[in-house]
């Protein structure tokens, strides 16, 4: 088996770009996500990941709550004020530099 070996450089971001031959060769277009895999060994392997069928639990709650809805809409009611300002207050004050490096615990 051949082997392909293609240097890329990690930014300060701890980002890179997957090269072209790669990308070709894993049919990887723009958006779509990559799985990263760590083996004992130390050994690292990038694979296309693979889209995950839609939940069905998921899909039947989300369809069972619409239909409740429709035919329920007078148990539907609005967001109360003093959740929404609980909300506002646990993100006071937060800020948030999309420039920035990450830290090293970030995982």
């Known amino acids: 088996m051949t082997t392909l070996e293609i240097e890329a450089t990690v930014t300060e971001r701890g980002q890179t770009t997957v090269p072209a031959p790669i990308?070709?060769?894993?049919?990887i277009g723009k958006r779509d996500a990559i799985v990263f895999r760590l083996?004992?060994?130390?050994q690292v392997t990038v694979a296309?990941?693979?889209a995950a069928e839609p939940d069905p639990v998921i899909g039947q709650f989300l369809a069972f709550?619409?239909?409740d809805m429709i035919a329920n809409p007078q148990t539907l009611r609005p967001v109360a004020a003093n959740w929404v300002?609980?909300?506002?207050?646990?993100?006071?004050?937060?800020e948030l530099d999309l420039d920035a490096p990450l830290r090293d615990d970030v995982s």
Request: glycine fraction near 16%; proline fraction near 0%; avoid cysteine.
């Open 85 to 94: 300002e609980g909300l506002s207050a646990l993100v006071e004050g937060v």
């Open 65 to 67: 709550l619409a239909a």
């Open 48 to 50: 296309r990941k693979i």
């Open 23 to 27: 990308r070709k060769a894993l049919k």
């Open 39 to 42: 083996g004992s060994d130390g």
